[in-house]
């Protein structure tokens, strides 16, 4: 995937490694500041039975204003999307979207700076939850 990474936790349910993804990203500087449940709503608006899947937008109100302050039309590539999704086998995917591959977009390399600072964070988060999955 170029334009994300991921890692698969084998313990728990959606909202247990919901829970452990908002507290790592916290730890990182980050807040929750959208959540989209897929599988609720293609089942409410399309009557179609999903996995559980859950896009969560993610924002460390730091950078995003120093990101705004270079660019204000930044925002439409804000925030960064985490995925948790349920694989065919139980086990569970967190996926990350990639800040530099996004950000690379506005070709600035005040804003390419700030994607390499996300997405280190970002990848601190996803080594964090590989520690703690004790799989």
């Not at 293609?42 to 705004?68: M, Q």
């Not at 349920?86 to 506005?106: H, N, Q, R």
């Not at 390499?116 to 999955?133: A, F, I, N």
């Amino acid at each position: 995937m170029t334009y994300g990474f991921s890692t698969s936790l084998k313990n728990g349910s959606l909202q247990e490694i919901e829970q452990k993804v908002s507290a790592a990203l916290m730890e990182e500087g980050f807040g929750i500041l959208t959540e989209i449940d897929v599988q609720a709503t293609l089942k409410k608006k399309l009557d179609l039975d999903r996995s559980p899947y859950k896009i969560l937008g993610a924002c460390n109100p730091s950078l995003a204003k120093e990101a705004l302050d270079i660019d204000p039309d930044i925002g439409l590539l804000l925030p960064c999307n985490v995925v948790i999704r349920e694989e065919e086998d139980g086990s569970m995917t967190v996926a990350f979207m990639d800040p530099i591959a996004v950000l690379k977009l506005v070709d600035r390399p005040e804003i390419i700076r700030l994607a390499e600072d996300v997405r280190s964070r970002l990848l601190r988060v996803k080594e964090q939850l590989e520690r703690g999955s004790g799989d």
